[in-house]
């Protein structure tokens, strides 16, 4: 079993368009990230939520807006893309917020912009 | 800016040496995490090694600790095909579970 699962894996989509990643956990935890990596693979973190509570938002765009609707699944909803937005979006958990923890990735979803 | 910075960028080496990549971060931290990415994959934790140890073992990876000088290393040993990844270090960063990672060192093993 998939511990952090996201889709879809591709996604190419024209500019102005909206878009959404979906990300579910089964690993019982209780912290959701959205990491993007840009080209040059350096990844910065998005969001984090807790519990359904957002608890961290990196000054990201208000283009982007995370929901989640329990504790297993963190989606991310794009609007107005932007060729700035090609990258590859990363859905991560870890235990309850701890920074000894281990962060838990899915396979990433990699948008394209056209 | 980045917390944590690897060094070198990229590494080409062949199966059977060893490889070591260092890491650099800023503030203080609490403990410092390798992972590493095949490509097109997500990360994987490596291995992780708190403040107050020096050096920690895990199979085939040596990660050292130096937090006067706010530097980390990572070193593969016998190194394999398959270690071919990209490879992070990780540092927490201010509030909860917030991680800061580098640009990572991209690792290549030739057969």
């Known amino acids: 079993d998939t511990a952090v699962s996201q889709t879809p894996k591709y996604l190419v989509t024209q500019m102005g368009n909206d878009k959404s990643i979906k990300c579910e956990q089964n690993?019982?935890?209780?912290?959701m990230y959205w990491y993007k990596q840009d080209s040059k693979k350096f990844l910065k973190i998005m969001f984090s939520?807790?519990?359904?509570?957002?608890?961290i938002n990196e000054t990201v765009p208000n283009r982007f807006s995370p929901k989640s609707p329990d504790k297993a699944h963190l989606n991310l909803h794009i609007n107005s893309l932007e060729l700035g937005d090609s990258a590859v979006y990363f859905c991560?958990?870890?235990?309850?917020?701890?920074?000894?923890?281990?962060?838990?990735f899915g396979e990433g979803s990699r948008l394209t912009v056209l | 800016s980045q917390q944590g910075e690897e060094d070198p960028q990229a590494l080409s080496i062949q199966e059977g040496e060893n490889a070591t990549m260092n890491c650099s971060y800023k503030?203080?931290?609490?403990?410092l995490q390798w992972y590493r990415q095949n490509s097109g994959r997500g990360l994987v934790h490596l291995i992780l090694?708190?403040?107050?140890?020096r050096e920690k073992h895990s199979g085939r990876l040596r990660v050292t600790l130096d937090t006067s000088k706010k530097s980390s290393s990572l070193l593969i040993t016998a190194s394999r095909a398959a270690d071919t990844a990209s490879y992070f270090c990780?540092?927490?960063?201010?509030?909860?579970?917030?991680?800061?990672f580098g640009a990572g060192t991209q690792v290549v093993v030739t057969p």
């Open positions: 991560a958990s870890s235990r309850q917020g701890e920074l000894t923890g281990e962060l838990f």
């Open positions: 939520y807790n519990n359904k509570e957002l608890i």
């Open positions: 990780a540092t927490p960063s201010g509030s909860w579970g917030k991680f800061q």
């Open positions: 690993l019982g935890h209780d912290t």
């Open positions: 503030t203080s931290i609490n403990n």
């Open positions: 090694i708190r403040s107050n140890e």
